[in-house]
């Protein structure tokens, strides 16, 4: 009796983990904007437009991006090729001794569908740099499938995702883990922000021009708050 009940706890816990839908909001500066957003007529950014806006707030020139390096290594650390290999290195077969001393390579998504929004609410702190009109999304899973399978019609996608910005460092050295998912990391400066992002990535990881795309289903999600 005991194994069954606990059985059960678990498929209930497991079940509410699946289900459980995460609320999120975006603001603008146009409440036209916002009223089309609502009927499901959405504009998706890209990163290279976001790395070149103005305003430091709502871009960020260091958007996807990460760099390793290497402060000091020789050839007798046991991961020597592999670090060589994340700092840029190409190391061939070779007889003798080998010195790594500040050695760096820079990792860079090309470009990519962007689109930005908050788990956090604040009227106040949010009308200032992005906009005092507010929508708030009540499942960001199937938002974020929705529009998933809508870019799919435009253009070829190698992958996309969506989850919570990381607030930390995007440079990291030696033996250190990565930072976090490349393209979901940012300065702790933007941390006020807590961003939940949508990150979509093409096939050829070229060039991505902003799109406007139309998804009637999405006005069921989305709730004019401000």
């Known amino acids: 009796m005991q ?7 678990l498929r209930k816990q497991i079940s509410k983990t699946q289900y459980e839908k995460v609320v999120i909001y975006r603001y603008m500066d146009d409440e036209i904007y916002l009223d089309m957003f609502c009927e499901g007529k959405i504009r998706l950014s890209t990163l290279e437009t976001c790395r070149n806006y103005e305003n430091q707030e709502k871009g960020d020139i260091q958007e996807g991006q990460e760099t390793y ?3 000091h290594m020789t050839d007798n650390d046991p991961n020597w090729r592999y670090k060589a290999k994340k700092a840029g290195l190409s190391i061939g077969e ?3 001794y080998c010195t790594f001393t500040n050695c760096s390579s820079t990792k860079k998504l090309p470009d990519g569908f962007l689109l ?3 788990a956090r609410r604040d009227d106040d702190k949010f009308s200032k740099d992005f906009g005092r009109f507010c929508v708030k999304i009540k499942d960001a899973d199937l938002f974020y499938r929705l529009i998933t399978d809508e870019i799919r019609k435009q253009c070829d996608l190698y992958c996309g ?17 990565p930072p976090g998912k490349i393209g979901f990391v940012k300065r702790q400066k933007y941390s006020w922000q807590e961003e939940y992002r949508f990150l979509w990535l093409p096939k050829n990881f070229g060039h ?4 406007d795309i139309n998804i009637p289903a999405i006005k069921d999600l989305c709730e004019r708050v401000v």
């Open 69 to 71: 390096s290497i402060t």
């Open 116 to 118: 930005c929004t908050t």
């Open 94 to 96: 070779f007889s003798g």
């Open 161 to 177: 995702s969506h989850k919570k910005v990381i607030y930390r460092d995007q440079n990291y050295k030696d033996d250190e883990l």
């Open 3 to 9: 194994r069954v009940y606990f059985n059960n706890l």
């Open 208 to 211: 991505c021009e902003i799109i």
